[in-house]
T-cell receptor, first 113, second 116 residues
Framework: DAGVIQSPRHEVTEMGQEVTLRCKPI?????LFWYRQTMMRGLELLIY????????DSGMPEDRFSAKMPNASFSTLKIQPSEPRDSAVYFC???????????FGPGTRLTVT | AQTVTQSQPEMSVQEAETVTLSCTYD???????LFWYKQPPSRQMILVIR??????QNATENRFSVNFQKAAKSFSLKISDSQLGDTAMYFC?????????????FGKGTTLSVSS
């Protein structure tokens, strides 16, 4: 079975540019999570969806960040405009309650110069 | 708000030895889940083991076992017969379950080095 798929795996962009990260959850999973990992803050939740509906976006840093889940098999995280402090690894994870186990994608390493 | 604390930033162990990683958490909830995730240098997050708070029996998965002390809010991971492939960062995580599931709250992690 295919796991959670994220693209791109690496992204290097210049400050001010728009960045779009993509995620395909495991087929049949109805909860999807976006996490960010940095040295300073560790792993933290940005936003999560249940049945394509955003449930908790309190972790989204500011208006420059937006996330969508137009259907059960696809989600995007967009940063516009990007800033150097956005440099991090962004993980997507999915789960199927009631197991509550979250399965992570390989992550996208974002570097903003 | 829930918090997760891992007090050991780094640990090292020899192959075949046993090592225990510590984790404490703070919550007012009575029902929740606890997890240990492994992150090797490849950065992939891998679920190692999980524990439901309502279960008194400690979870085990092959060489990995936990010591869950609910009253003390402690959740340590024991790795027996350590292998070189166990070298990774280990994260303890808390989750408050709801009908739809909620996000994981992670500790800062413990870097484990296994040497031959």
């Amino acid at each position: 079975d295919a796991g959670v798929i994220q693209s791109p795996r690496h992204e290097v962009t210049e400050m001010g540019q728009e960045v779009t990260l993509r995620c395909k959850p495991i087929s049949g999973h109805n909860s999807l999570f976006w996490y960010r990992q940095t040295m300073m803050r560790g792993l933290e939740l940005l936003i999560y969806f249940n049945n394509n509906v955003p449930i908790d976006d309190s972790g989204m840093p500011e208006d420059r960040f937006s996330a969508k889940m137009p259907n059960a098999s696809f989600s995007t995280l967009k940063i516009q405009p990007s800033e150097p402090r956005d440099s991090a690894v962004y993980f997507c994870a999915s789960s199927l309650p009631p197991s509550y186990e979250q399965y992570f994608g390989p992550g996208t390493r974002l570097t903003v110069t | 708000a829930q918090t997760v604390t891992q007090s050991q930033p780094e640990m090292s162990v020899q192959e075949a030895e046993t090592v225990t990683l510590s984790c404490t958490y703070d919550t007012s909830e009575s029902n929740y889940y606890l997890f240990w995730y492994k992150q090797p240098p490849s950065r992939q997050m891998i679920l190692v083991i999980r524990q439901e708070a309502y279960k008194q029996q400690n979870a085990t998965e092959n060489r990995f076992s936990v010591n869950f002390q609910k009253a003390a809010k402690s959740f340590s991971l024991k790795i027996s017969d350590s292998q070189l492939g166990d070298t990774a960062m280990y994260f303890c995580a808390f989750m408050k379950p709801q009908p739809a599931g909620t996000a994981l709250i992670f500790g800062k992690g413990t870097t484990l080095s296994v040497s031959s």
